[in-house]
């Protein structure tokens, strides 16, 4: 008998659970993020403008990966890159970014990532042919339920433009529900794709600064201000939550991170109320409830496979 040979050593954290933290650590950004462009947006600071505080950071820190991955990278399919790009680069940015001017953190933080397991499960069943199981349809009707409730007690106290800021949302979360499926189908992992939605970004964030007709407005911003954009978009979300999600999508699944992610819009409203002095009506602590029922009902069990 060989007395030599080493047992296999049991990993401290599972692959699920570790997959999990991630997501954890996601939705924290996350909703750092929609706090940080509802300040861009009071501080009347440009969309684009704050597009570089998410890009250029995190450009330095992903281009090793590009260097040394770019042949995997090449061999995805381009229209799943294109996917990857608009569905978590620039141009989502753009469009949630835009949406913050005309709504509060709660009103972004519950349509974009609330109505993610919405356009997920409809884009897989409709692209991908995933039936979902009855267990899952009645969490999502839920999530649904809640996302509507706090939509029209929103609207019945509704300020000039709140529909368009309400229209870019649930388009920002269509194009981040694309990225989720595209990642997943890419077989990318997570910094390859993290530096897809990098480097995919900086040459439109580029052709918009100079087409843009406003003077730069960076050098105006006090340097508290500056100092926050930079931890919460450019490290943040640029690197650290671009690399969390996309490791629980390939760890946990994208219909699993997605509606974990309906999570956000209760972090970002809490933390709304010292930061932003924007305090949620009882509507949408009531929408608030659903949406976590309808996460816990709907994440019970996996889609059904064919």
Same mark, same amino acid.
């Given at each position: +008998?060989?007395?030599?040979?080493?047992? *296999?050593?049991?990993?401290?954290?599972?692959?699920?659970?570790?997959?999990?933290?991630?997501?954890?650590?996601?939705?924290?950004?996350?909703?750092?993020?929609?706090?940080?462009?509802?300040?861009?947006?009071?501080?009347?600071?440009?969309?684009?403008?704050?597009?570089?505080?998410? =890009?250029?950071?995190?450009?330095?820190?992903?281009?090793?990966?590009?260097?040394?991955?770019?042949?995997?990278?090449?061999?995805?399919?381009?229209?799943?890159?294109?996917?990857?790009?608009?569905?978590?680069?620039?141009? #989502?940015?753009?469009?949630?970014? &835009?949406?913050?001017?005309?709504?509060?953190?709660?009103?972004?933080?519950? @349509?974009?990532?609330?109505?993610?397991?919405?356009?997920?499960?409809?884009?897989?069943?409709?692209?991908?042919?995933?039936?979902?199981?009855?267990?899952?349809?009645?969490?999502?009707?839920?999530?649904?339920?809640?996302?509507?409730?706090?939509?029209?007690?929103?609207?019945?106290?509704?300020?000039?433009?709140?529909?368009?800021? #309400?229209?870019?949302?649930?388009?920002?979360?269509?194009?981040?529900?694309?990225? &989720?499926?595209?990642?997943?189908?890419?077989?990318?992992?997570?910094?390859?794709?993290?530096?897809?939605?990098? =480097?995919?970004?900086?040459?439109?964030?580029?052709?918009?600064?100079?087409?843009?007709?406003?003077?730069?407005? @960076?050098?105006? @911003?006090?340097?508290?201000?500056?100092?926050?954009?930079?931890?919460?978009?450019?490290?943040?979300?640029?690197?650290?939550?671009?690399?969390? #999600?996309?490791?629980?999508?390939?760890?946990?699944?994208?219909?699993?991170?997605?509606?974990?992610?309906?999570?956000? *819009?209760?972090?970002?409203?809490?933390?709304?109320?010292?930061?932003?002095?924007?305090?949620? *009506?009882?509507?949408?602590?009531?929408? +608030?409830?659903?949406?976590?029922?309808?996460?816990?009902?709907?994440?019970?069990?996996? #889609?059904?496979?064919?």
């Amino acid at each position: +008998m060989d007395t030599n040979k080493k047992t *296999p050593r049991t990993p401290l954290v599972s692959v699920e659970f570790a997959g999990v933290l991630a997501l954890g650590l996601t939705i924290l950004v996350w909703a750092g993020f929609f706090l940080s462009l509802r300040a861009g947006a009071k501080a009347a600071l440009p969309v684009g403008e704050l597009a570089a505080f998410r =890009f250029l950071p995190a450009a330095l820190c992903f281009l090793p990966v590009l260097w040394r991955r770019w042949h995997r990278i090449i061999a995805v399919p381009w229209p799943l890159l294109l996917a990857i790009v608009c569905g978590a680069g620039f141009p #989502y940015f753009l469009v949630a970014g &835009t949406g913050m001017r005309f709504a509060s953190v709660a009103d972004g933080s519950t @349509l974009v990532p609330g109505a993610l397991p919405l356009f997920v499960s409809l884009l897989a069943f409709l692209l991908l042919g995933q039936k979902i199981t009855s267990t899952r349809r009645n969490g999502l009707l839920l999530i649904l339920i809640g996302v509507l409730l706090m939509l029209v007690f929103s609207l019945n106290h509704a300020a000039a433009g709140l529909w368009r800021g #309400y229209g870019l949302f649930l388009l920002g979360s269509l194009l981040w529900a694309a990225f &989720t499926l595209a990642l997943r189908r890419s077989g990318l992992e997570a910094l390859e794709g993290a530096a897809v939605v990098t =480097f995919g970004s900086i040459p439109l964030l580029v052709i918009d600064l100079l087409l843009s007709s406003e003077p730069l407005q @960076l050098h105006h @911003l006090p340097f508290n201000v500056l100092a926050t954009q930079i931890l919460l978009e450019g490290i943040g979300v640029g690197l650290v939550s671009t690399i969390s #999600y996309a490791y629980a999508v390939a760890k946990l699944g994208a219909d699993r991170a997605a509606i974990a992610g309906a999570l956000t *819009p209760v972090v970002a409203t809490l933390l709304a109320i010292p930061l932003l002095g924007e305090v949620p *009506p009882a509507s949408a602590i009531l929408g +608030m409830a659903l949406i976590i029922a309808g996460i816990v009902l709907a994440n019970h069990r996996q #889609y059904t496979r064919h």
